[in-house]
């Protein structure tokens, strides 16, 4: 167990969002936040939490503060508790104060809680004197957020669920570096009016697992589709990947969609995004582009440079999209400072 003296006080850290082309959706071990599935995912440029951590012997309790705002109820309660986690693993009882940023709107459904868990997890950890491998690190995150396994790296990633009851198989792993695939890029269209999230994933999930007619179904479908889309990343195989993330993204919309009560995440102007990508592509004669979304009504189209502009325009243009970004697969976590004494508020 380390000494007090000896932690080092204060970290700062920079983590990504990511965008699952195989999407986590079902916790086999609540306890141990152990997914039914395999996922895949793509780490996304230009966004980032950052996240600092100061932990401070003469504060009474944790203060958390969250784009400027001191959080309360269940945001505050998710890093507490994760805070608890990191305290136990350090053997140390000291409260902490916690400030981060998005540069990108808080829960406009860009995938916020997996960023700012991935930041917490690596700032949280360092400033308390861990110091974790990247594997190890992944495996912290996954107690806040699932897919925050996922952003500790950069690139192309997959966060295996392992089949050991004690989780030690259970992590996620770099496929490919960020420049493996130049050309790709992801045409983000932000949906006006996409409703807040009022379930958290991780409850919603549970939900499907427990209702869904259609889920066990999924869960059999899922190794070989697996194989398929991490075949065709590495062999940057465009043509092959954008129909196989666009079954993907519609089985796991199936499966929400028969839970009960229904889960529906999406609005008009996403499903007229989804139709118009489809008939792009049957129009050019071959996969053009390739979509998914998440639990949220935003959707990411996944096409080439050479593509992006026409497709950014063309899906842009839909009555009802807000704004569009082009995202390129971008870095993992990355240490911004850290040091003894921190900044006291
Ligand atoms: C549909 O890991 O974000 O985005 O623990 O509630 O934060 P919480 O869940 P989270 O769930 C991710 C669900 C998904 C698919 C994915 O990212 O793999």
New binding site residues.
């Given amino acids: 167990m380390p000494r007090a003296g000896s932690l080092r006080r204060s970290a700062t850290f920079d983590a990504p969002p990511n965008i699952?082309l195989v999407?986590?959706?079902g916790v086999r071990d609540p306890r141990l936040g152990l997914p039914f599935n395999s996922?895949v995912?793509v780490t996304l440029d230009r966004l980032r939490s950052r996240t600092t951590v100061a932990f401070d012997p003469a504060l009474r309790e944790d203060a958390v503060e969250i784009n400027g705002a001191p959080a309360t109820g269940g945001p505050r309660d998710g890093v507490v508790h994760f805070l608890d986690r990191v305290r136990t693993m350090a053997g140390t009882t000291d409260a902490a104060h916690v400030t981060s940023e998005n540069n990108f709107p808080t829960a406009s459904g860009l995938?916020s809680?997996?960023s700012g868990f991935a930041a917490l997890a690596a700032a949280a950890s360092r400033a308390a004197g861990l110091r974790l491998t990247p594997r190890a690190l992944s495996q912290l995150a996954r107690f806040g957020?699932?897919?925050?396994s996922r952003s500790v790296f950069g690139g192309f990633v997959e966060w295996r669920a392992g089949t050991r009851p004690d989780g030690s198989d259970c992590y996620a792993r770099p496929l490919h570096p960020e420049d493996h695939w130049p050309a790709l890029r992801d045409v983000v269209l932000l949906v006006r009016g996409a409703p807040v999230k009022e379930v958290?994933?991780?409850d919603a999930m549970q939900a499907t697992v427990r209702t869904s007619s259609e889920y066990r179904r999924r869960l059999r479908e899922l190794p070989p589709r697996l194989v398929r889309i991490e075949r065709a990343i590495g062999a940057r195989d465009a043509r092959a990947l954008f129909p196989l993330i666009m079954d993907e993204c519609d089985s796991?919309r199936a499966v929400c969609e028969t839970t009960r009560p229904s889960l529906d995440y999406l609005t008009s102007t996403s499903r007229a995004i989804l139709a118009e990508v489809r008939e792009m592509n049957r129009a050019a004669g071959r996969a053009v582009a390739g979509y998914t979304h998440?639990?949220g009504a935003h959707v990411h189209v996944f096409t080439l440079a050479r593509d992006a502009g026409r497709v950014r325009r063309r899906l842009g243009a839909i009555p009802g999209v807000d704004r569009t970004l082009v995202l390129r697969p971008g870095p993992g976590l990355r240490e911004v400072g850290s040091g003894r004494g921190g900044r006291r508020p």
């Fill in positions: 699952a999407k986590y959706w996922s995912s995938a809680s997996a957020s699932g897919s925050a958290r994933s991780k796991f998440d639990a």
